[in-house]
């Protein structure tokens, strides 16, 4: 069995996180994804350091493995042409530009749409509608979606998270629409144009507590470690380090309170009576564990069946055995090999693709032109002279 | 017009949250999902909060929609038999539970996989690393990507929401829309797996591709940079808002357009990045002055005219009712069996041809099952 999407060409104008791990997933999956960069710098997240791994930044490796890189420069009208000629060789079309700027290129859905083309905009509020104009942004949108609403301490300032949730959700909702996309495409021939916005994404994702709201009135808080929905939950610091713990039934909160000799009250007895009461709850759990060490919990609660985990700082999570094995290095052209972020899906059927760390700069220009276009080594020298291609030719 | 999924059959044998999130997008995309409830029903249904008379939470509405409820026992062997009767008609299995319990009751991928080869086994694996069983926090707090929000000064916070699970559900839909893509040429379904470890290790992302690279712990910056000021949450006079400015175009775009304070592209201490670095509680403390004096959608408002970043910081109420969820067309209503009918939250994908399906309401516990025990014979076996 091939990859799942062998043979599939992906134009991906895509850049910052969104886009790029939409891509990167379809990469993954074994499509061959071309991403046209600008001459100069190229994607932003190529100078997200310090660190750099070989001049190779975090953010850039980790959203754009298994792709190829091609430098165009789109204001120059020989780059605009290359670039068209790729789309029009291309099964898919992703990018993720603010509204407007695909068309002043001439390379929007409308100027290059065919039957069976799929071209995905992710965008931010959306490329029709009053918002369309309005450019995105992952801490905005966590703001105005109401997800930073929840995220925090109670009685301390709400809280973005550290990694851009927004931009991974949206991220992950385009290729969710690619995929079907093609799925579609494989069953009837047609393409399409789709799009999965920030705005739409960020608030969709909180649906748990929206759709509340929409039924009562209810306005959920932020919470810190606790859960809206379980009692007690959280993490709990102990004599040398931090436990999680979250108590799914009554069941376990019983054993949860035999095992380390809390003595629970009538109202504990049921999940809603424990949120009810959750402040004196948590107060008493945590004036428990205070004083035990982290391993004597564990292996009391772990006895006891109640669900529960050392709560781990990267470092220390990182060093543990079942997060090393999956912390690989995998191979890079260039400069032999680099660290990898796994893929979170494994397909047992179909082969996983060998993965190959994210490239530099127009590392893949002439090949790709080569072998989507057929273009010589003249025809690629003839647009390199334009300056399409940078005005130093190409890093590699 | 047709949806992309008309005619795939999803057995849904999840509870929670990552596993009924991902068989709800497959439905918003057509498929015609089963869901297989003990008599107990989906936990879900009983968490507290918001709910309808009839019982069901309002979490559990926003989890479930368009499905169908089937109640099983998977303790009585004939049950259990019913189940792989379905699992034989099905394109697609999603389980929840770990692979040895599935093993026990005959649900694990080689046995439903030797019924029907066309099946796509979709499996949330919850383990954490020490084998035992985890949901969405301890994952957090197992693969470091709960310890990374925070304050600087404070304890780290998870995510106000269970990311680590709704992002696997939008992964594992992924896997199943590839195995089902994979399966138009090979005629064959397959397993795929997505781990909740996994998943939450895989989303630490730069932070632990970072820490990789350099052997640096990451430090909590809460919602501020160490490379870029100011930017962070300040209060207008009538709430809070997010502030992004990184750069000096944005700057000096706030200064003259928003702030209109001129001097301070003159002052030393606001100059360059840099210098705003090290004296940003004061530059800080002076927005805070200043935006205290207007209400939020003044300054909001202006920071969107000048294409500075910025935002209202909703609460989850000012959010549903925002211009935005309305005119995006966000939310809506569906039927619903015994309460009329019940909000909903749309699916945020907007495909040109193949629009994602009207919603019905989440269904009642076993709503469905007379209809889908005729449908598919399951009473003659």
Same mark, same amino acid.
């Given at each position: 069995?091939?990859?799942?999407?062998?043979?599939?060409?992906?134009?991906?104008?895509?850049?910052?996180?969104?886009?790029?791990?939409?891509?990167?997933?379809?990469?993954?999956?074994?499509?061959?994804?071309?991403?046209?960069?600008?001459?100069?710098?190229?994607?932003?997240?190529?100078?997200?350091?310090?660190?750099?791994?070989?001049?190779?930044?975090?953010?850039?490796?980790?959203?754009?493995?298994?792709?190829?890189?091609?430098?165009?420069?789109?204001?120059?009208?020989?780059?605009?042409?290359?670039?068209?000629?790729?789309?029009?060789?291309?099964?898919?079309?992703?990018?993720?530009? *603010?509204?407007?700027?695909?068309?002043?290129?001439?390379?929007?859905?409308?100027?290059?749409?065919?039957? !069976?083309?799929?071209?995905?905009?992710?965008?931010?509020?959306?490329?029709?509608?009053?918002?369309?104009?309005?450019?995105?942004?992952?801490?905005?949108?966590?703001?105005?979606?109401?997800?930073?609403?929840?995220?925090?301490?109670?009685?301390?300032?709400?809280?973005?998270?550290?990694?851009?949730?927004?931009?991974?959700?949206?991220?992950?909702?385009?290729?969710?629409?690619?995929?079907?996309?093609?799925?579609?495409? +494989?069953?009837?021939?047609?393409?399409? #144009?789709?799009?999965?916005?920030?705005?739409? %994404?960020?608030?969709?994702?909180?649906?748990?507590?929206?759709?509340?709201?929409?039924?009562?009135?209810?306005?959920?808080?932020?919470?810190?470690?606790?859960?809206?929905?379980?009692?007690?939950?959280?993490?709990?610091?102990?004599?040398?380090?931090?436990?999680?713990?979250?108590?799914?039934?009554?069941?376990?909160?019983?054993?949860?309170?035999?095992?380390?000799?809390?003595?629970?009250?009538?109202?504990?007895?049921?999940?809603?009576?424990?949120?009810?009461?959750?402040?004196?709850?948590?107060?008493?759990?945590?004036?428990?564990?205070?004083?035990?060490?982290?391993?004597?919990?564990?292996?009391?609660?772990?006895?006891?069946?109640?669900?529960?985990?050392?709560?781990?700082?990267?470092?220390?999570?990182?060093?543990?055995?079942?997060?090393?094995?999956?912390?690989?290095?995998?191979?890079?052209?260039?400069?032999?090999?680099?660290?990898?972020?796994?893929?979170?899906?494994?397909?047992?059927?179909?082969?996983?693709?060998?993965?190959?760390?994210?490239?530099?700069?127009?590392?893949?220009?002439? !090949?790709?032109?080569?072998?989507?276009?057929?273009?010589?080594?003249?025809?690629?020298?003839?647009?390199? $002279?334009?300056?399409?291609?940078?005005? *130093?030719?190409?890093?590699? | 017009?047709?949806?992309?999924?008309?005619?795939?059959?999803?057995?849904?044998?999840?509870?929670?949250? $990552?596993?009924?999130?991902?068989?709800?997008?497959?439905?918003?995309?057509?498929?015609?999902?089963? +869901?297989?409830?003990?008599?107990?029903?989906?936990?879900?249904?009983?968490?507290?909060?918001?709910?309808?008379?009839?019982?069901? *939470?309002?979490?559990?509405?926003?989890?479930?929609?368009?499905?169908? *409820?089937?109640?099983?026992?998977?303790?009585?062997?004939?049950?259990?038999?019913?189940?792989?009767?379905?699992?034989?008609?099905?394109?697609?299995?999603?389980?929840?539970?770990?692979? !040895?319990?599935?093993?026990?009751?005959?649900?694990?991928?080689?046995?439903?996989?030797?019924?029907?080869?066309?099946?796509?086994?979709?499996?949330?694996?919850?383990?954490?690393?020490?084998?035992?069983?985890?949901?969405?926090?301890?994952?957090?707090?197992?693969?470091?990507?709960?310890?990374?929000?925070?304050?600087?000064?404070?304890?780290?916070? +998870?995510?106000?929401?269970?990311?680590?699970?709704?992002?696997?559900?939008?992964?594992?839909?992924?896997?199943?829309?590839?195995?089902?893509?994979?399966?138009?040429?090979?005629?064959?379904?397959?397993?795929?797996?997505?781990?909740?470890?996994?998943?939450?290790?895989?989303?630490?992302?730069?932070?632990?591709?970072?820490?990789?690279?350099?052997?640096?712990?990451?430090?909590?910056?809460?919602?501020?940079?160490?490379?870029?000021?100011?930017?962070?949450?300040?209060?207008?006079?009538?709430?809070?808002?997010?502030?992004?400015?990184?750069?000096?175009?944005?700057?000096?775009? #706030?200064?003259?357009?928003?702030?209109?304070?001129?001097?301070?592209?003159?002052?030393?201490? #606001?100059?360059?990045?840099?210098?705003?670095?090290?004296?940003?509680?004061?530059?800080?403390?002076?927005?805070?002055?200043?935006?205290?004096?207007?209400?939020?959608?003044?300054?909001?408002?202006?920071?969107?005219?000048?294409?500075?970043?910025?935002?209202?910081?909703?609460?989850?109420?000012?959010?549903?009712?925002?211009?935005?969820?309305?005119?995006?067309?966000?939310?809506?209503?569906?039927?619903?069996?015994?309460?009329?009918?019940?909000?909903?939250?749309?699916?945020?994908?907007?495909?040109?041809? %193949?629009?994602?399906?009207?919603?019905?309401?989440?269904?009642?516990?076993?709503?469905?099952?007379?209809?889908?025990?005729?449908?598919?014979?399951?009473?003659?076996?």
């Amino acid at each position: 069995m091939s990859l799942p999407l062998a043979g599939i060409r992906v134009a991906d104008f895509t850049r910052v996180i969104a886009g790029p791990l939409a891509s990167m997933h379809l990469a993954d999956l074994g499509a061959d994804v071309v991403k046209i960069e600008h001459p100069v710098g190229g994607d932003d997240t190529r100078g997200y350091t310090p660190p750099d791994y070989h001049g190779l930044s975090g953010a850039f490796l980790c959203y754009n493995r298994n792709k190829r890189s091609i430098a165009l420069d789109l204001g120059v009208e020989e780059g605009r042409k290359t670039a068209r000629a790729l789309i029009d060789a291309a099964d898919v079309v992703i990018e993720n530009f *603010s509204t407007g700027v695909m068309a002043k290129f001439g390379l929007d859905y409308d100027s290059v749409k065919r039957p !069976d083309l799929i071209y995905c905009s992710t965008s931010a509020y959306g490329r029709t509608g009053p918002f369309l104009k309005r450019l995105g942004y992952d801490p905005v949108v966590q703001a105005e979606s109401g997800f930073m609403s929840l995220t925090g301490h109670p009685h301390q300032e709400p809280l973005r998270t550290a990694i851009p949730m927004v931009d991974v959700s949206t991220g992950l909702t385009g290729g969710i629409g690619v995929l079907a996309a093609l799925f579609h495409r +494989k069953r009837t021939g047609q393409g399409q #144009f789709l799009e999965a916005p920030l705005f739409d %994404t960020g608030f969709a994702q909180t649906g748990i507590h929206s759709t509340g709201y929409m039924l009562d009135g209810t306005v959920p808080e932020r919470l810190g470690n606790a859960d809206h929905f379980q009692a007690p939950a959280g993490r709990y610091g102990c004599e040398d380090g931090e436990i999680a713990i979250t108590v799914e039934t009554d069941a376990q909160f019983a054993d949860l309170c035999q095992a380390l000799g809390l003595a629970a009250q009538a109202e504990w007895a049921t999940n809603r009576g424990r949120i009810e009461n959750r402040v004196a709850l948590e107060a008493a759990l945590a004036s428990a564990l205070q004083p035990l060490s982290q391993l004597e919990v564990l292996v009391a609660l772990q006895a006891a069946g109640v669900p529960c985990h050392e709560a781990r700082a990267i470092p220390e999570a990182f060093a543990d055995r079942t997060a090393a094995a999956l912390l690989d290095m995998i191979p890079h052209p260039d400069i032999g090999e680099a660290p990898n972020m796994p893929s979170p899906m494994v397909l047992h059927g179909t082969p996983a693709r060998d993965p190959v760390a994210a490239p530099f700069l127009g590392r893949h220009g002439p !090949d790709v032109l080569a072998e989507w276009l057929g273009y010589s080594a003249e025809q690629v020298a003839a647009i390199r $002279a334009t300056g399409a291609m940078g005005a *130093s030719g190409e890093t590699a | 017009m047709s949806m992309i999924l008309d005619g795939i059959v999803v057995l849904d044998l999840t509870s929670g949250v $990552a596993g009924p999130a991902a068989t709800q997008t497959l439905s918003d995309l057509g498929a015609d999902v089963i +869901k297989v409830e003990p008599p107990s029903g989906d936990p879900v249904r009983q968490w507290p909060g918001p709910r309808l008379a009839c019982g069901d *939470s309002a979490a559990f509405l926003a989890l479930n929609r368009t499905k169908r *409820s089937i109640v099983v026992d998977l303790a009585e062997a004939e049950a259990r038999a019913a189940v792989q009767v379905l699992a034989a008609k099905a394109d697609v299995v999603a389980v929840d539970s770990p692979p !040895d319990a599935l093993a026990e009751l005959g649900l694990d991928a080689g046995a439903l996989r030797r019924l029907n080869k066309r099946l796509v086994y979709a499996e949330i694996d919850p383990r954490l690393p020490d084998g035992s069983v985890g949901r969405d926090a301890l994952h957090q707090a197992a693969s470091g990507w709960g310890g990374m929000s925070g304050l600087p000064e404070g304890p780290p916070a +998870k995510a106000g929401l269970p990311m680590i699970e709704l992002t696997a559900a939008n992964v594992l839909v992924q896997a199943v829309l590839a195995a089902l893509y994979a399966r138009e040429d090979s005629g064959e379904g397959q397993a795929v797996t997505v781990g909740l470890f996994r998943n939450a290790l895989a989303m630490t992302y730069f932070y632990g591709l970072n820490y990789r690279i350099s052997g640096n712990a990451p430090a909590r910056h809460g919602n501020g940079s160490p490379a870029a000021a100011p930017l962070g949450v300040f209060q207008a006079a009538d709430g809070p808002l997010q502030m992004t400015l990184a750069g000096e175009r944005v700057w000096r775009k #706030f200064v003259d357009s928003i702030a209109k304070r001129p001097e301070w592209l003159a002052d030393q201490r #606001f100059a360059t990045n840099s210098n705003r670095v090290l004296n940003k509680e004061v530059l800080m403390a002076e927005i805070d002055r200043m935006f205290v004096t207007q209400p939020r959608d003044h300054w909001v408002d202006a920071m969107r005219a000048a294409g500075v970043p910025g935002g209202p910081i909703r609460t989850i109420g000012e959010a549903v009712d925002s211009p935005e969820v309305r005119q995006r067309d966000l939310v809506g209503t569906a039927p619903h069996s015994a309460a009329g009918e019940v909000p909903v939250v749309k699916n945020p994908i907007r495909f040109a041809e %193949t629009p994602v399906r009207a919603a019905r309401g989440a269904p009642l516990l076993g709503e469905h099952t007379a209809e889908i025990t005729a449908e598919f014979s399951l009473a003659a076996h």
